[in-house]
């Protein structure tokens, strides 16, 4: 995936590392797992020297074990950066290793080695810290009579989000303009399906697309609301453009303590992944709960907007890099 991704969106040379996850693993597929392991570190110590890299920066995942057990091997300088404020296994027992270590916002600190770890923030596209909202709603055709509620899941959606939005269609788009980007995974027939059932006025204020290309910029400047998962990049994206949230975290992937971050700064709220329609009416679960009553608060959403926009760390890009030269 990773090497369809760098050949289409750039110009980097790509090399492949075979590597494998070991946890939860049985016996069989754990022996499996490390002779792999093994394998990429033969291929990573054969790329580093012919590369021969000043330093390494790696942000996690068993892809990053081998390259950083090679680098220990050919004493090469490694930084190990933590996205989300809960590190990873391979995150955490990188550090051990590496060079030094980052993470992202400060609560991180405490699950990485003292005296090695600082915090970098986490870096987005520069141009999220000067968007101009007006013309961010007419690349949408959004008019200013309404808010704007902005859904996402990221490139691939959220299922239960999508699902929970289909239901609340109908109450949503009488009080909110809509931009849903429901992702690549096969929701959009089944969502426009249902826009198409709207009254046309309800209808025309749902703005559905699987994916956003160039303009998620936009989405993000133009909303005045944001329903979403809290990945590592909420932390950042976020706060960039001053934007509240309602957060429905993964618990499997820890967005909890993401989540929690934003949350206890005033900038967002949370509802459970597997409550948001509660049991009874849609319009009565928590999710209509926490939409509605913050759209019906502009005071409140003006607070949040300053509390999220508190968070922000302009520089996030330039403290990475200047972590990176310093090992060099």
């Known amino acids: 995936m990773e090497e369809g991704i760098v050949a289409r969106e750039s110009g980097l040379p790509f090399r492949a590392v075979r590597a494998a996850g070991v946890r939860g693993r049985n016996p069989l597929l754990l022996s499996r797992s490390l002779l792999t392991l093994s394998a990429g570190v033969r291929d990573a110590l054969a790329v580093l020297r012919v590369e021969r890299p000043a330093v390494i920066l790696g942000t996690g995942g068993y892809v990053c074990v081998p390259v950083f057990v090679a680098a220990r091997m050919l004493r090469i300088p490694s930084l190990i950066y933590s996205l989300d404020i809960i590190p990873g296994l391979a995150v955490r027992s990188l550090a051990r290793i590496a060079t030094g270590a980052l993470c992202s916002f400060p609560p991180g600190l405490q699950w990485l080695p003292a005296g090695k770890t600082r915090v970098a923030g986490y870096p987005v596209r520069s141009e999220l810290f000067h968007m101009d909202r007006e013309r961010s709603r007419q690349t949408f055709g959004l008019s200013a009579d309404l808010p704007v509620v902005l859904v996402y899941g990221g490139s691939r959606g959220a299922r239960t989000i999508n699902q929970a939005i289909k239901a609340l269609l109908p109450a949503l788009t009488q009080l909110a303009q809509v931009i849903h980007v429901c992702g690549r995974e096969g929701d959009e027939a089944w969502l426009r399906a249902a826009a198409d059932e709207l009254p046309p006025l309800q209808r025309a204020r749902y703005h559905l697309h699987p994916y956003l290309t160039g303009t998620m910029s936009d989405a993000l400047a133009a909303a005045d609301l944001a329903i979403c998962?809290?990945?590592?990049?909420?932390?950042?994206?976020?706060?960039?453009?001053?934007?509240?949230?309602?957060?429905?975290?993964?618990?499997?992937?820890?967005?909890?303590?993401?989540?929690?971050?934003?949350?206890?700064?005033?900038?967002?709220?949370?509802?459970?992944?597997?409550?948001?329609?509660?049991?009874?009416?849609?319009?009565?679960?928590?999710?209509?709960?926490?939409?509605?009553?913050?759209?019906?608060?502009?005071?409140?959403?003006?607070?949040?907007?300053?509390?999220?926009?508190?968070?922000?760390?302009?520089?996030?890009?330039?403290?990475?890099?200047?972590?990176?030269?310093?090992?060099?």
């Open 229 to 328: 998962r809290a990945g590592a990049s909420t932390l950042a994206e976020l706060p960039a453009v001053g934007l509240p949230a309602v957060l429905v975290p993964l618990l499997a992937v820890a967005q909890d303590a993401n989540a929690a971050y934003l949350v206890e700064h005033g900038a967002a709220v949370v509802v459970s992944n597997d409550a948001m329609l509660g049991d009874g009416e849609p319009t009565a679960g928590p999710l209509w709960e926490a939409v509605a009553g913050l759209l019906g608060d502009e005071e409140r959403r003006a607070t949040m907007r300053r509390n999220t926009r508190a968070l922000a760390v302009p520089d996030a890009a330039e403290r990475l890099a200047d972590a990176m030269l310093g090992l060099v």
